[in-house]
């Protein structure tokens, strides 16, 4: 058994039963080479641990901004459980340092793959501290984790879709409505890369990359803001 204790310091939180932490950092992969490991993989903790900081997110939105909108709140709640922010979460934690994988996952240098497996794993500890501390527990993680972050999020507008933003300002200004094209396309099935151009009608305004082709036009609709001022 691994030493956790300086995991729990960066947590803020005391295990009383180690094997909830410990099984909120074991890996699917982890147990195709130690099939006689104890305990399961995370899935189940983070799926419990989801629904956790789900509620209480959304609890504190419903309570602490009486006068915003349903969608407004949707965008905010979205923007703080989404797995790009809930993996800064866990780097700034230091969870990988502490993740049980194959050894061939834990090779592997695709920064995107590791980001959800410490996103699903930061899901699987909120899951861990609420079945060994209960929800006060698990409330008092996510807000100083989590929430914590809210302000700045909304001071900065990242809260909005970029894609949604660009949309909105080329209809009110110009009329139109933009229009995304993959520029080039390459690597294997399972590890794509997009370059995909931003255009109103047929002025190309940005180009944008991703290894999906959602995140690409994201990315070139970001960049489209940014050179048009917007």
Same mark, same amino acid.
Request: glycine share 6%.
């Given at each position: 058994?691994?030493?956790?204790?300086?995991?729990?310091?960066?947590?803020?939180?005391?295990?009383?039963?180690?094997?909830?932490?410990?099984?909120?950092?074991?890996?699917?992969?982890?147990?195709?080479?130690?099939?006689?490991?104890?305990?399961?993989?995370?899935?189940?903790?983070?799926?419990?641990?989801?629904?956790?900081?789900?509620?209480?997110?959304?609890?504190?939105?419903?309570?602490?901004?009486?006068?915003?909108?349903?969608?407004?709140?949707?965008?905010?709640?979205?923007?703080?459980? /989404?797995?790009?922010? !809930?993996?800064?979460?866990?780097?700034? &934690? %230091? #969870?990988?340092?502490?993740?049980?994988? @194959?050894?061939? +996952?834990?090779?592997?240098?695709?920064?995107?793959?590791?980001?959800?497996?410490?996103?699903?794993?930061?899901?699987?500890?909120?899951?861990?501290?609420?079945?060994?501390?209960?929800?006060?527990?698990?409330?008092?993680?996510?807000?100083? /984790?989590?929430?914590? !972050?809210?302000?700045?999020?909304?001071? &900065? %507008? #990242?809260?909005?879709?970029?894609?949604? @933003?660009?949309? +909105?300002?080329?209809?009110?200004?110009?009329?139109?409505?933009?229009?995304?094209?993959?520029?080039?396309?390459?690597?294997?099935?399972?590890?794509?890369?997009?370059?995909?151009?931003?255009?109103?009608?047929?002025?190309?305004?940005?180009?944008?990359?991703?290894?999906?082709?959602?995140?690409?036009?994201?990315?070139?609709?970001?960049?489209?803001?940014?050179?048009?001022?917007?």
């Amino acid at each position: 058994m691994p030493d956790f204790s300086k995991l729990e310091n960066s947590l803020k939180y005391s295990f009383k039963n180690s094997d909830f932490l410990h099984q909120s950092l074991v890996h699917r992969s982890y147990l195709n080479e130690n099939p006689d490991f104890k305990l399961g993989h995370n899935e189940r903790l983070e799926f419990l641990g989801d629904a956790v900081l789900e509620i209480v997110v959304t609890e504190y939105l419903y309570h602490a901004y009486p006068q915003k909108t349903e969608g407004e709140l949707t965008d905010w709640r979205a923007s703080l459980v /989404n797995a790009k922010l !809930l993996s800064q979460i866990a780097y700034g &934690l %230091g #969870l990988e340092d502490f993740l049980f994988m @194959s050894r061939g +996952e834990a090779k592997d240098k695709n920064t995107k793959a590791r980001d959800i497996i410490l996103a699903n794993a930061i899901e699987a500890v909120i899951g861990a501290i609420y079945l060994d501390g209960g929800l006060k527990a698990a409330k008092d993680f996510i807000v100083d /984790n989590v929430l914590n !972050l809210l302000p700045e999020i909304i001071k &900065l %507008g #990242l809260y909005q879709d970029p894609k949604s @933003s660009f949309q +909105e300002k080329a209809q009110e200004i110009y009329g139109i409505t933009p229009r995304y094209e993959v520029i080039t396309e390459s690597g294997p099935d399972h590890d794509k890369n997009f370059e995909i151009g931003l255009y109103l009608e047929d002025e190309l305004i940005s180009t944008g990359v991703g290894t999906s082709k959602h995140e690409a036009q994201v990315d070139a609709a970001a960049k489209g803001l940014k050179k048009k001022n917007w």
